[in-house]
């Protein structure tokens, strides 16, 4: 099983960049994708989830409205859309997926199955 992030780097505040997961070795179409970000003396937090099909989608309020999350099934690939980024967005990201399992994604780390290694973000002032 792999998860390989790309995409992080450095952009300036109010900046966007795009983060990519790609998944393989396992059924990627029958986990909920998730992404989580930690920053340096934080817990990792959740960013947003998005459902087994792509017709669903949760996220952090830190995030509403600036961030989307979807998913090619197609191509094992989840992607996050970052826009308006602020310097508070500085971190690590994971991507995370999560078996299917009855109901919504659930959003607790201890709930994902296979994590990757993550990709740095850093926004600068």
């Known amino acids: 099983v792999q998860l390989v992030e790309s995409g992080g780097g450095l952009v300036q505040a109010g900046g966007y960049l795009r983060l990519s997961c790609a998944a393989s070795?396992?059924?990627?179409?029958?986990?909920?994708m998730g992404w989580f970000r930690e920053a340096p003396g934080k817990e990792r937090e959740l960013v947003g989830v998005v459902s087994w099909s792509g017709g669903r989608t949760f996220y952090a309020d830190s995030v509403k409205g600036r961030f989307t999350i979807s998913r090619y099934n197609a191509k094992n690939t989840v992607y996050v859309q970052m826009n308006s980024l602020k310097t508070e967005d500085t971190a690590v990201y994971y991507c995370a997926a999560q078996r299917y399992r009855p109901g919504n994604p659930t959003t607790k780390t201890g709930d994902y199955d296979y994590w990757g290694q993550g990709t740095q973000v850093t926004v600068s002032s």
């Open positions: 070795g396992f059924t990627f179409s029958s986990y909920a």
